[in-house]
């Protein structure tokens, strides 16, 4: 086979490569989107979910506090009654006590109740953008996905095709260096071939030396001392 030729498809191959390795990283490449997708709505969904639950427990704490505050309220009815029975002055005195104590406690307890009910108005508002935040993010899934479905199609087909083209190209290498063609892909996929840029190996930037050159230009098999790369001649400006 003549030296450009075997040259040409040396660097036919090694394009078919890189396309192969581009469309196939774009198959991964969207699932993992999607994926990343899910993981913000899963955490904005949390989000939501512990607004919510804030607001829930915050009522359940007023409520408590309300309940109690009833509780002590009807405790007082009851010692305000007990005023006109009592039979000694100290009796009198140890239940005006006890109310004005009673009383007390029940202005702190309206007071905290007063701040539970503005604490549960505060964390309210943080619950519609919480929800907006798990819309939103649920659309963009489902437009992520459906991007994702449209395009599989198309690049398994473009990959099934340059497979095909790539096969039939691998089939005119000469047979002497088919098995190091080979054994280059098989280890380094993709990077498996470097154009020589200058004196160097376009993988590695290793300088290669004028036997090797030579040994290029003339159609032969050269695989790089540095990374193992099959070396080709770099397409002319």
Request: glycine share 6%; with cysteine.
């Amino acid at each position: 086979m003549a030296v450009v030729v075997v040259t040409d498809l040396l660097r036919t191959l090694h394009r078919m490569h890189r396309q192969l390795a581009d469309l196939r990283d774009r198959l991964t490449g969207g699932p993992r989107q999607v994926a990343a997708f899910k993981a913000r709505l899963a955490a904005s969904e949390a989000a939501f979910t512990a607004a919510n639950d804030a607001v829930k427990k915050g009522k359940v704490t007023a409520d408590q506090k309300q309940l109690q505050l009833r509780t002590s309220e009807s405790k007082q009815r009851d010692l305000e009654a007990k005023l006109n029975a009592c039979k000694t002055n100290r009796e009198y005195q140890t239940l005006k006590e006890q109310i004005a104590a009673d009383s007390m406690a029940m202005k702190v307890l309206e007071d905290e109740i007063l701040e539970a009910l503005e604490r549960i108005d505060a964390l309210r508002k943080d619950v519609p953008p919480a929800e907006q935040q798990v819309a939103q993010i649920k659309k963009l899934v489902a437009e992520k996905e459906d991007e994702v479905r449209r395009e599989k199609a198309q690049l398994e087909a473009e990959v099934a095709r340059i497979e095909g083209e790539l096969a039939a190209g691998e089939r005119e290498l000469p047979a002497d260096i088919v098995e190091a063609y080979r054994r280059a892909v098989k280890t380094k996929g993709a990077d498996g071939m470097a154009p020589i840029e200058g004196e160097s190996c376009g993988g590695c930037f290793q300088r290669i030396t004028d036997m090797m050159m030579s040994e290029v230009l003339l159609g032969r098999m050269v695989i790089c001392r540095g990374c193992g790369r099959v070396l080709f001649p770099a397409a002319p400006a």
